[in-house]
């Protein structure tokens, strides 16, 4: 009898202790990684909009030093269109003004448990394809699917921990994870675009193409001339215009993506009014090309130039190694040729000073690591001693400096010291590897011709290291095809970051990336310390911890030299005819063109007066 009452008292006790260790469950409006949504459940429009902006007119872009010859921007083949973000959905949408917070689209709601083990959407029921039809659960489970079998291979990346997509109702989809405690996870699900199932069956997915696709979007494909231009014209009866994440939005009747291969020609289009709006990249064009004496228009008002402060994490620009190069296996190699690039003269005589140097991955925001590590990140530092540069533990990163004169006399000698000690010695003029007799000679490939006035100085200063480097300028789609076969020994890359950073840590420094057609890991980084960091970092428990592991993976990237870092703006440059009426308080995260803004027609009309 006693027996028995104890084991009922146990069973008792175990139901009641699982119970009480089960996750809570709650459906949502809205996800955030930083606290809070600022918007609540039933807001009307964000703050950045104006709810009662008028619609018509056209929005004109260009699109600088490229081509496209393809609709499909999901998979490796053929380049994709700019602007086909327009034609498709995801379950959630971004806030422009919130960092690492997205509110619903396709999906009415999400629900998710405490433990952030799976996430389930509810689709709204008003949702539909441009033909249409209903976006249904079916719809999204195929997408899910098609994406990890035959899209890009980022896709297979970035939600590799999720096990499968269920559907679980008529408007519901469930994704089940891997492992719990993945905070960005459900969120990221969220970035899920959306296909269409009726339309892809019975069409080749993994191929480019040019027939225009079916999306549900604000807009859908108009014109296209392959390689030159495209044109997207606004859904009158877009599904989902009067929603809360909409309002004000999309006001253009049509925006077009005009495509220049040079910059320069780029510019004079600018100037003749062929297109609407720049976002100006280049330092040297905004202080030279954009003066009341080069440019007629901005003298007589036509053209409006603006430097907007920027809030968006400027992440990393660099010079990359590729590290499964023999040459450059040694960092002590890589750290030497660092030493070499100018940056105070580079940024001085061609930058007319506008740049910061990049000394984080994560730089322009909290991430960014700095001084000695914290004693919170050294707790994970610690147990990767000896599989980490020592340096980690003992010197704050800093990247090499001068005076800005030209002169970099102490750099290079510090450089021909790591050299040597790496076992190079110069022969006959060349730098050449003492065991194997290998020269050290490497190629730097780059796509767009402004930075090859940016990187003969640096060659200049390699060269008298006895290290032969040399430029080769390729068009767009060989870059493409070359990046994605990892067929180069040095580019300029730049490796963007969101202020909650996540799984896609594990697709451009991921040890599974590095050997995978068509990743990110571009530097080819296999080293289980980055991987265990990474891991820190996407299964942080709150935003402390994420900033702890973020340091703590920014140290260990940076003091492996693997990259040579160079500048960021924490600014937008922008110019553009002034006919556009755009909200008083622009948010932080861009500059909203063409999104938010409209065609004021007082402003077009008081234009014609104002042409040089």
């Known amino acids: 009898m006693k027996k028995a009452l104890f084991a009922a008292a146990l069973a008792l006790l175990t139901s009641w202790s699982a119970y009480a260790e089960a996750p809570s469950v709650r459906t949502v409006h809205a996800l955030s990684l930083l606290g809070e949504p600022k918007y609540k459940p039933g807001f009307d429009h964000f703050d950045f909009v104006n709810p009662d902006a008028p619609k018509g007119g056209t929005a004109r872009l260009s699109v600088p030093s490229a081509s496209f010859d393809s609709l499909n921007p999901f998979v490796v083949t053929g380049s994709a269109a700019a602007g086909l973000g327009l034609v498709y959905e995801t379950l959630m949408a971004d806030s422009l003004d919130e960092s690492s917070t997205s ?79 993945n905070r960005e996870l459900p969120m990221i699900m969220g970035q899920l675009p959306v296909l269409p199932k009726h339309y892809w069956q019975g069409r080749k997915f993994d191929a480019a193409t040019l027939e225009p696709p079916l999306g549900s979007g604000p807009y859908k494909v108009a014109e296209v001339k392959p390689g030159r231009s495209i044109v997207y014209e606004r859904v009158k009866d877009y599904w989902g215009k009067d929603l809360p994440v909409n309002r004000g939005s999309y006001n253009f009747d049509r925006i077009s993506y005009e495509y ?30 954009y003066t009341k004496e080069t440019f007629p228009a901005i003298r007589t008002g036509a053209v409006k130039k603006e430097l907007i402060p920027s809030k968006l994490p400027t992440g990393m620009q660099a010079y990359v190694f590729n590290i499964r190069r023999p040459i450059f ?30 000394e984080s991955f994560f730089s322009n925001s909290e991430l960014a690591s700095s001084g000695l590590p914290s004693k919170d990140e050294l707790a994970l530092l610690k147990p990767l001693a000896g599989k980490i540069p020592d340096s980690v533990f003992t010197q704050a990163y800093k990247a090499p400096s001068t005076d800005g004169s030209g ?55 390699l060269k008298r290291l006895g290290i032969q480097a040399h430029i080769r300028l390729v068009d767009p789609s060989q870059y493409k095809e070359r990046m994605d076969r990892f067929d180069f020994d040095m580019v300029v890359e730049t490796y963007g970051e969101s202020d909650s950073p996540g799984n896609e840590q594990r697709e451009f420094w991921g040890s599974d990336a590095a050997g995978r057609t068509g990743s990110h890991n571009y530097i080819g980084i296999r080293n289980p310390a980055v991987d265990a960091l990474i891991d820190k970092v996407i299964y942080a428990k709150d935003r402390a911890a994420l900033v702890t592991a973020t340091h703590a993976l920014d140290r260990v990237l940076l003091a492996n030299h693997y990259v040579v870092p160079m500048w960021h703006l924490a600014a937008f440059r922008i110019a553009y005819w002034d006919k556009f009426g755009r909200p008083a308080t622009l948010p932080g995260l861009t500059p909203g063109f063409p999104t938010i803004w409209w065609l004021d027609p007082h402003k077009a009309a008081a234009l014609k007066a104002k042409m040089p």
């Open 407 to 461: 002169n970099n006399r102490d750099n290079l000698r510090k450089a021909a010291l790591l050299l040597r000690q790496a076992g190079w010695e110069v022969r006959d003029g060349v730098l050449t590897n003492k065991q194997t007799g290998q020269k050290l000679s490497f190629e730097i490939m780059l796509v767009q011709p402004a930075f090859e006035r940016i990187t003969m100085p640096f060659i200049q200063n």
């Open 329 to 358: 296996a040694d960092p002590r190699v890589r750290q030497a040729i660092s030493e070499a690039f100018d940056f105070e003269w580079t940024n001085k005589t061609m930058f007319y000073g506008q740049y910061t140097r990049t």
């Open 260 to 289: 220049f291969q040079d910059d320069t020609v780029e510019m004079e289009a600018f100037k003749t009014n062929k297109f609407d709006f720049k976002h100006e990249i280049s330092a040297k064009t905004w202080a030279t090309e």
């Open 103 to 181: 509110y619903a689209l396709i999906a009415e709601s999400v629900t998710v448990p405490s433990d952030d083990s799976w996430v389930e959407f509810t689709l709204d029921p008003k949702a539909r394809w441009h033909d249409g039809k209903p976006i249904t659960a079916d719809d999204v489970v195929f997408t899910f699917n098609l994406l990890m079998e035959k899209g890009q291979p980022f896709y297979a990346q970035y939600y590799h921990n999720v096990k499968k997509a269920v559907k679980t109702g008529p408007r519901k989809v469930k994704f089940i994870f891997d492992q719990a405690g």
